[in-house]
């Protein structure tokens, strides 16, 4: 989907990612969408738009080329692209193979939209909606390798990286301190965030967290116990940092980070937390104490295998920038903000 192939399911039709296409004459009377797109395009029943990621298929008055489907794809090109349709919602016949494809695109970083049955599209490649049941599978997820890193917060850290053959992402941990089997790490999850952890973006409190969390752990470290700082590369709470950028894009225009991500047809939490269930395995940690200010995630981690034995909370302050969004974060993801 990367490279905008298309992809035959098996039971369904043909379907090209509208964004990575690259079949310059590939034209479709029909596209999927998520529901959160076709809701804003009045597509959507009640029921559907409740998922805001559930698929919705769409038939327009005229073919779908790729700048129209671009257009349709992409909720922050609605200004610069503002009329479209008639549209019509119809029935799909191969749901489940509908709902693995948008979040195969999910997966892929990339929006989740096709042409259904396109002309002149390209050599298809199979895909069977069983097939997502092997890329959620985090058994083949293996320590790579290991080495002494110094680094400010502890000159005696340990960084691991976990490699799986099913997934192109390398993801990391860090550890302080020496694991003790009848004491319960500190462990931190942080998802990568390449505009606040390395470029030092306001908008949101990722850099802080980050930092304070490698202090945190490595004070553990240092009074006998030990600490876990995993780096996650699930961009944007598992949507990719493109679609992360086009959601920045869309609250500029005005919509909270919940509903940017919802528009786009993305859900506002994908991140995998199984894989960090298989990191901390491979740790030795069978039980945590987990550095969160999120419920849900204490929640995600349990039903991923892990037992939270204590829920350490990890509160900075805002900023200008970014009162915003962590007050979306408290008043509509639940976090335990003040």
Do not use: F
């Given at each position: 989907?990367?490279?905008?192939?298309?992809?035959?399911?098996?039971?369904?039709?043909?379907?090209?990612?509208?964004?990575?296409?690259?079949?310059?004459?590939?034209?479709?009377?029909?596209?999927?969408?998520?529901?959160?797109?076709?809701?804003?395009?009045?597509?959507?029943?009640?029921?559907?738009?409740?998922?805001?990621h559930a698929p919705v298929l769409v038939r327009g008055a005229e073919p779908f080329d790729l700048a129209a489907a671009r257009a349709m794809a992409d909720p922050a090109l609605d200004l610069a692209t503002p009329l479209k349709g008639p549209f019509r919602a119809e029935p799909i016949d191969w749901r489940e193979g509908a709902a693995a494809a948008l979040e195969l695109a999910r997966i892929a970083g990339i929006l989740p939209a096709f042409m259904v049955d396109p002309i002149e599209a390209g050599e298809a490649q199979p895909f069977a909606p069983a097939d997502l049941a092997a890329l959620a599978d985090q058994g083949s997820l293996v320590i790579a390798t290991r080495a002494h890193l110094p680094v400010a917060a502890g000159e005696d850290a340990e960084i691991l990286a976990f490699r799986s053959a099913d997934d192109m992402r390398e993801h990391v941990a860090l550890v302080f301190g020496k694991p003790v089997s009848d004491r319960a790490p500190l462990v931190r999850l942080h998802s990568e965030c390449l505009t606040g952890d390395v470029l030092g973006s306001l908008k949101c409190d990722c850099g802080p967290q980050l930092d304070a969390a490698l202090e945190a752990a490595s004070a553990e470290g240092r009074k006998g116990g030990w600490g876990v700082v995993l780096y996650l590369r699930q961009e944007g709470r598992g949507i990719g940092l493109v679609n992360k950028l086009r959601a920045y894009r869309l609250q500029d225009q005005g919509h909270d980070t919940i509903d940017a991500n919802r528009r786009l047809g993305l859900p506002d939490e994908a991140r995998d937390f199984p894989v960090a269930a298989r990191m901390l395995d491979l740790l030795g940690a069978r039980a945590v104490r987990l550095m969160t200010n999120n419920p849900a995630k204490v929640t995600a981690l349990e039903a991923a295998g892990v037992r939270v034995a204590e829920r350490v909370p990890h509160r900075l302050p805002d900023n200008p920038h970014n009162t915003r969004y962590l007050a979306t974060k408290r008043d509509r993801a639940g976090h335990l903000l003040p």
């Open positions: 989907m990367r490279h905008g192939w298309p992809i035959a399911l098996v039971g369904g039709p043909v379907l090209l990612p509208a964004e990575t296409a690259i079949a310059a004459s590939a034209a479709s009377d029909r596209m999927l969408i998520g529901a959160a797109r076709a809701e804003t395009l009045k597509l959507a029943n009640q029921r559907e738009a409740a998922v805001p």
